[in-house]
């Protein structure tokens, strides 16, 4: 993003341009309660002004509030780190998995993991690379296990590299075995909630494929 357009960005998260508005606002229905006398019988001019600096203010304070906020939860969600804090969002490392240059964003994903060694978001995001575009599920493998290793790690972290690596070892020409150590260990960690209870069946339904005289057998 151009330092133009960073501009004009933080002009209207200021909240600046609504809270001119506001003061029209303010100004028009000042005037109108004046007119109608309603409230103090001030001139004129000066219901108007009150008016204006009540909307300007009002407008100023929710704007910047509603677009505060908005910008926290929007970076907790795109790359929060080990510690629950924002790590900056790495537009051209996205532009490269756009282009589908997979390889080169991987590359430099893992070059944010070194540089970050206590931030999981950055190898999640090349073990999701590896996984979903560059067809490596032993390679991903390793990267969502080592997510799990971090000192300190958020259980948020745990949890998706947990069924990352399940769902790994589940499809076709994965680990029947190795799933059942780690649909267990899924449960153990993360007992209550609907994915417990998917690995309860997932479990139940790898024991009967694998029970003599099953189809599966």
Known sequence: MSSHENRITKFAHGGTLQAAGGALLGAFFAILMRVAGIGPRAPLWLMALGGAV??????RFVTRAIFSGSEELTKQLVMPDAKGTYAPQY???QALEVQERFAEALAAW?????SQPANPS????????????LKDA?????LYERVRRMPGVGEEHVRYASQKIIDIHLAPGGDAGRALVELRRFIHTFPEGREADGARAAIARIKAEQAPGSLGS
């Not at 893992?110 to 070194?114: D, I, S």
């Not at 090349?126 to 996984?131: E, H, K, T, V």
């Open 110 to 114: 893992l070059q944010v993991a070194e």
């Open 54 to 59: 009540v909307g300007w203010s009002i407008f």
């Open 122 to 133: 950055p190898l999640l995001r090349a073990a999701d690379l590896q996984l979903r575009h």
């Open 138 to 142: 032993l390679a991903a493998l390793e």
């Open 91 to 93: 537009s051209h490392i």
